[in-house]
């Protein structure tokens, strides 16, 4: 299984910005994928996760303002970040793990990608 983060970068708060997660060697109707963050000094935080049959989830932080969505023919997964605030800059990752439950738990997930930067300045 390969993950492969794109679509980081720097912008103001406010602006938004979209990052996608190319998949392979993993079929996408088959797993939960979810996006994780790691700020610096901080442990990662449970952003998203989508399961296989499409429900969503969000954490505290960032629903309402974020969105992700999957194309499983493509294997792409998207997180369609809004509004975005200076407490959002942090590295994302995407992951992707066997099995709905425990969504939100960085231990339960097996397959990580490299992670992509977002700043935010104010």
């Known amino acids: 299984v390969q993950l492969v983060e794109s679509g980081g970068g720097l912008v103001q708060a406010g602006d938004s910005l979209r990052l996608s997660c190319a998949a392979s060697?993993?079929?996408?109707?088959?797993?939960?994928m979810a996006w994780f963050r790691q700020a610096a000094g901080k442990e990662r935080e449970f952003t998203a996760a989508?399961?296989?049959?499409?429900?969503?989830f969000y954490g505290d932080s960032v629903k309402d303002r974020f969105t992700i969505s999957k194309n499983n023919a493509r294997s792409t997964v998207s997180l369609q970040m809004n509004t975005l605030k200076p407490e959002d800059t942090a590295v994302y990752y995407c992951a992707a793990k066997y099995g709905p439950y425990l969504y939100s738990d960085v231990a339960q997930y097996s397959h990580w990608g490299q992670g992509t930067q977002v700043t935010v300045s104010s």
């Open positions: 060697g993993v079929a996408l109707n088959n797993v939960t």
């Open positions: 989508i399961w296989a049959s499409g429900f969503q």
